[in-house]
């Protein structure tokens, strides 16, 4: 099945509130997979939409524990996270940074994540794996959210500097990934055609496509 609407409880990462529905339209996007693999990672995908429920502090810390805990080269933990509710004058700031088309709809996400990257090591060398240990660490902290009902939208479109000064970030780091995280609102939220992007089906390269035996077929890009 592509996708649908299912009435759901509340997400467990989100604070109750007396004016929050006991149940709130879900949209399901579960991946069709060629071969079984982990339900949280087949229910994973990337919304648009998001209510306006709150992430308590017990969540929240769970998301980074999640990420605390991923691998890193040399366990150098280059990752760091600057986070901000609706509201703040910090999540403003960020919003700030944003590209057009991301602040449409970014703007209403209960919380806003920025993932920086230490691209520097304590000697001055560079750190080549910096981005690649924050992809790791993201990963983490997107599937503990699956666990916790809450969703995650990673965010390219930004300006760099707009959100280094925002954030306050210092030379040594750099700002990588914008992520808006919350429990799924409604497609309809959305105005067109964010809408119908957000209803459509996911899709993926087959893995014949990029995946191979023992070495990279002749004459593929």
């Not at 989100?14 to 990672?41: D, F, Y």
């Not at 040594?172 to 055609?193: D, F, R, T, W």
């Amino acid at each position: 099945m592509a996708c649908q609407l299912l009435l759901s409880r509340l997400p467990a990462g989100v604070a109750e509130s007396e004016n929050q529905p006991e149940t709130e339209p879900i949209m399901n996007k579960t991946a069709t997979t060629a071969h079984p693999i982990l339900p949280l990672l087949a229910e994973r995908w990337s919304p648009r939409a998001f209510t306006a429920a709150k992430i308590d502090a017990t969540a929240l810390g769970s998301l980074f524990e999640a990420a605390r805990w991923a691998p890193s080269a040399s366990n150098l933990q280059p990752w760091g996270f600057v986070h901000a509710t609706h509201g703040s004058a910090g999540f403003a700031a960020i919003v700030g940074s944003l590209a057009a088309g991301n602040v449409t709809w970014a703007q209403h996400a209960p919380l806003l994540v920025v993932g920086v990257a230490e691209l520097t090591k304590a000697d001055g060398s560079p750190n080549l794996y910096g981005r690649y240990d924050l992809g790791q660490s993201v990963a983490h902290l997107s599937i503990q959210g699956a666990a916790l009902g809450l969703h995650l939208h990673q965010m390219a479109g930004f300006d760099s500097a707009k959100l280094r000064e925002a954030v306050s970030l210092p030379a040594s780091h750099e700002p990588v990934v914008v992520i808006a995280v919350g429990a799924v609102g409604e497609a309809s939220q959305l105005p067109s055609p964010l809408d119908e992007r957000e209803r459509a089906p996911r899709s993926r390269k087959p893995l014949d496509s990029f995946v191979f035996t023992d070495t990279w077929p002749a004459g593929r890009p």
